[in-house]
């Protein structure tokens, strides 16, 4: 599923492309994807000149000047292709600009959304009203999360996941940020005093932006919107390397939890 330095990669992408271009054409090409696609989307896109294009953990967003905002998210296999030399079965969503440019959104399983609403109501947007803040934000300091995970006894690893506690944080890099900043997934997040915590907030940082520079881990289908593929995966420290050595001589460990794996070294994580 693409995480957030994909998501931040695709904004990026889209960006040159759409930032101040009018809309000349906008065709959903069925009903729904995960849930269904508004029906005046069409009508409320088409002619509509986008003014700004972001990122809510892993949503992208692109504003237009009518006071509307196109959501997306991109499931686990979507992306968004630009100037494609033909329309292929999945893309469900095409876009075509006044300067010329075309885009497609393309999604085989179907598990992303697109959902248009207006600029002003985003941040009453149920999945980002209960959102924490964004992990590259200056609101992620370790005063932050020593408030956050106060008397709380469940592991780090999973109160990282809670999108409540922090927006956008996905398993892979949150297995890299704990291996980074050697402690141990299964740590009670209550437990861990304030100088690991600083290094930790400095190493979710750190691994992000290495991350969105590499763009992004191609993992099964995600690619950017020019096609090319992210390659932050060949600098995984723990990440899909169970039996391997680690960098401080261990070996990479996997435990799966509710279908989800968790990877990480017992030599150098151990509290």
């Given at each position: 599923m693409p995480e957030l330095?994909?998501?931040?990669?695709?904004?990026?992408?889209?960006?040159p492309v759409l930032h101040g271009q009018r809309l000349a054409t906008v065709e959903p090409r069925r009903a729904d994807l995960r849930k269904a696609i508004p029906v005046d989307l069409r009508q409320r896109l088409t002619g509509a000149t986008v003014v700004?294009?972001?990122?809510?953990?892993?949503?992208?967003m692109i504003d237009t000047d009518r006071g509307d905002t196109l959501v997306f998210h991109l499931g686990m296999s979507g992306r968004w292709r630009v100037d494609p030399s033909e329309v292929e079965p999945h893309d469900?969503?095409?876009?075509?600009?006044?300067?010329?440019?075309?885009?497609a959104l393309n999604d085989p399983r179907r598990f992303g959304f697109l959902d248009l609403l207006r600029t002003d109501a985003l941040d009453a947007y149920p999945p980002f009203a209960a959102m924490g803040p964004e992990p590259l934000g200056p609101e992620l300091t370790a005063a932050y999360l020593l408030g956050a995970?106060?008397?709380?006894?469940?592991?780090?690893k999973a109160m990282?996941?809670?999108?409540?506690i922090v927006a956008g944080l996905g398993n892979i890099y949150v297995c890299e940020a704990l291996h980074r900043a050697r402690i141990a997934p299964s740590r009670a997040a209550g437990r861990i005093a304030l100088p690991r915590l600083e290094r930790l907030a400095e190493a979710i940082k750190a691994v992000l932006e290495d991350a969105i520079a590499a763009g992004g881990s191609s993992l099964r289908d995600f690619a950017h919107p020019d096609g090319a593929l992210g390659y932050f995966s060949k600098q995984f420290l723990v990440y899909g390397r169970e039996g391997e050595a680690c960098t401080c001589g261990g070996t990479v460990r996997r435990r799966v939890e509710a279908g989800r794996s968790t990877f990480w070294c017992p030599r150098c994580q151990r509290g």
């Open positions: 330095p994909e998501v931040e990669t695709t904004v990026r992408g889209l960006t700004a294009l972001g990122r809510r953990a892993k949503y992208g469900h969503l095409l876009i075509a600009t006044n300067a010329g440019r075309r885009l995970f106060d008397r709380r006894t469940a592991p780090i990282l996941l809670d999108q409540r």
